[in-house]
């Protein structure tokens, strides 16, 4: 029997779009722009923010309550409409919708009480991931339209290539850090709180970027309606949390919630929100460098400000090496919430967070639809669609095997995504829309492909349950297709996740990337990178490839060879394998801010690489 769980049965009415620029602040919206009064006024005592005292977790910390962060925001929000009206030439009245201010502060904690101050004056806040180079920010910054830069710990060549920006750039002063506030605060001041601004909508509410995965990143601008789908449940799923879960008794009242995740990706704002309007304390890191930020610094950050739950991309626990897990599992089994969002996870590491009673949500997406599917429970590959939206659309890309279960891709349409209605009706996000190829009421409608492949698995107590959940096996994009053969059906992430894997059980080293690259060639080739490399583990290394290659199918004419298609790129510089003097000293692989492979990127930088290679087998 072929399954089609979440197919829908009847055409459904399209969603509301949202508001126009133009038209009154929803209630929704309202409660967004006011949760900091709002909660001023409810839980005036209540910590909102954990801050940190400096780079390192262990110089301290200083929370803030909701009355201290209202006071805070509003004298910003003050002196930055005069400020901003001298900068731009305007009448402060006219200071904010439609002025885009580009936050690069370095850590984006230093501006985060700008950020509300230049909300609650209507202006739009941009940021831009930095390490991808400077071409690529200050291409950024003038599609936007920003006329400010606040910036704080940018390198002196970028400075003084912003001669020719057409705009303003602003240093942020030491004492407009955020901790810097939260003292002085502290310390009481004579001069009466301001009055929170009249609320305006911001035209759009944040402005970020594509994370590039699959091509040059593309500005996305999210109004703050978008901001307002799924926000109600997302709280009371937050707020369900409040009995103590694990050991140590830790609830989202008592102890902070860390955010690791960089305010370029979409995953910081969705959390941030359910903070403000539940008034529960948020921890958030010193981050300069998300690049550099690895999955030892988010547990030192964890037990230095001594919080009760994390919040992440999956990459920071995928890479997570097995012994930190070990040696910190009584400390993570203590968290109330360990929620991880973006991409996939393998399934070595949902066994071993199960095998340790790890709390981990797995969020799959944090995109321009909000949220796609979760896992709260064992096994954490196993994704469910969420229960406040209508499902996705299936249409199966592989014949039923003997259970009835496929190979699937989901698909949106504006009558089931809330999200992808208000972007067709507003734009400000770029999205590939296609006719609906599956059968049934919504055939031919415009949709959006979400451009993953899926596997359905049965869940449920007995093997003839009828609920459907979807394993996560690969981007469309991850699927290699051999040149001259006819060989497809290789999907290259499987393969990966799983070298990855064993590499680290096997020599107790984790790679910092890895790539299978093959579409277009006559086999395969790999590429792993590691932050340091000693040479005297090739064989080591190359043992395990060939264990990938027989778990994966890979034979003779299609496989790995480790002798003749296989690199190993040092971030320390050490580049070894056959043809190694092809490939240029600054060739590595590089990835998202979301650490998944920019696999078009890297099949350029590798190019000659792979052209220069032996294909045949001995």
């Avoid at 990337?513 to 395969?524: I, K, M, N, P, R």
């Amino acid at each position: 029997m072929v399954l089609t769980p979440i197919a829908a049965s009847s055409s459904r009415p399209t969603p509301y779009s949202g508001p126009r620029d133009g038209d009154p602040l929803t209630e929704a919206e309202l409660s967004l722009l006011l949760a900091i009064p709002r909660a001023a006024q409810t839980t005036p005592n209540g910590t909102l923010f954990r801050l940190p005292l400096g780079p390192d977790p262990s110089l301290g910390w200083v929370d803030v309550t909701c009355a201290e962060t209202y006071s805070i925001v509003s004298r910003l929000a003050a002196s930055w409409r005069t400020r901003l009206s001298k900068i731009l030439d305007e009448p402060e009245p006219k200071v904010g919708p439609g002025i885009i201010i580009c936050i690069l502060a370095q850590p984006s904690v230093h501006a985060l009480f700008h950020l509300f101050a230049f909300w609650a004056l209507g202006c739009t806040v941009q940021y831009v991931c930095t390490y991808m180079g400077n071409e690529i920010v200050d291409s950024n910054i003038r599609q936007s339209g920003c006329k400010v830069i606040l910036y704080s710990g940018a390198n002196e060549d970028w400075l003084r290539s912003q001669d020719q920006f057409d705009g303003a750039l602003v240093e942020l002063p030491e004492n407009e850090y955020a901790h810097r506030l939260a003292q002085k605060e502290k310390e009481g001041s004579s001069e009466p709180v301001p009055a929170w601004p009249k609320p305006q909508r911001p035209t759009p509410a944040v402005i970020i970027q594509s994370s590039a995965s699959t091509g040059t990143p593309k500005l996305l601008r999210f109004s703050l309606y978008y901001y307002t789908i799924g926000h109600p449940f997302n709280c009371q799923k937050y707020l369900s949390l409040g009995h103590p879960q694990g050991r140590g008794g830790k609830t989202p009242f008592t102890h902070p919630l860390l955010s690791v995740t960089p305010p370029f990706w979409q995953g910081f704002f969705i959390p941030l929100f359910v903070h403000l309007a539940t008034a529960t304390p948020l921890a958030i890191a010193h981050i300069s460098d998300i690049s550099t930020f690895t999955s030892e610094h988010l547990v030192d950050w964890a037990r230095g400000l001594d919080v009760g739950g994390i919040t992440c991309s999956t990459a920071m626990l995928r890479n997570m090496a097995t012994s930190t897990v070990e040696a910190n599992a009584e400390f993570l089994q203590s968290m109330y919430l360990i929620r991880i969002t973006g991409s996939a996870l393998g399934d070595a590491k949902s066994a071993l967070f199960e095998k340790h009673n790890i709390p981990v949500t797995n969020i799959f997406g944090m995109s321009e639809l909000v949220r796609l599917m979760s896992a709260s429970h064992a096994p954490l590959t196993h994704l469910r669609p969420f229960p406040d939206v209508p499902p996705p659309l299936v249409v199966p890309v592989s014949e039923p095997d003997a259970d009835g279960l496929r190979q699937v891709q989901l698909w949106h349409t504006a009558s089931t995504s809330p999200a992808l209605a208000h972007h067709m009706a507003y734009g400000g996000v770029p999205l590939k829309l296609e006719p609906f190829p599956g059968e049934g009421p919504h055939h031919g409608e415009a949709a959006l492909n979400w451009g993953d492949i899926f596997q359905e698995v049965r869940v449920g107590s007995t093997s003839t349950s009828s609920e459907i959940a979807y394993m996560h096996i690969g981007r469309a994009d991850d699927h290699i297709r051999l040149g001259g053969t006819g060989r497809g059906g290789i999907t290259a992430s499987k393969y990966e996740l799983e070298l990855g894997a064993m590499v680290e059980a096997q020599l107790g080293m984790t790679p910092d990337a890895v790539q299978l690259f093959g579409t277009g060639y006559s086999c395969t080739a790999l590429v792993v990178q590691f932050a340091q490399w000693s040479n005297e583990a090739m064989d080591k290394l190359a043992s395990v490839v060939e264990q990938v290659n027989a778990n994966q199918g890979l034979e003779r004419n299609v496989r790995v060879h480790p002798g003749k298609r296989m690199l190993v790129v040092g971030l320390d510089g050490i580049v070894c394998g056959p043809g190694a003097e092809r490939v240029q000293e600054c060739s590595r692989l590089m990835v998202t801010h979301k650490r998944t492979l920019q696999r078009w990127r890297n099949v350029q930088a590798f190019k000659a690489w792979l052209d220069g290679l032996d294909f045949g087998e001995p």
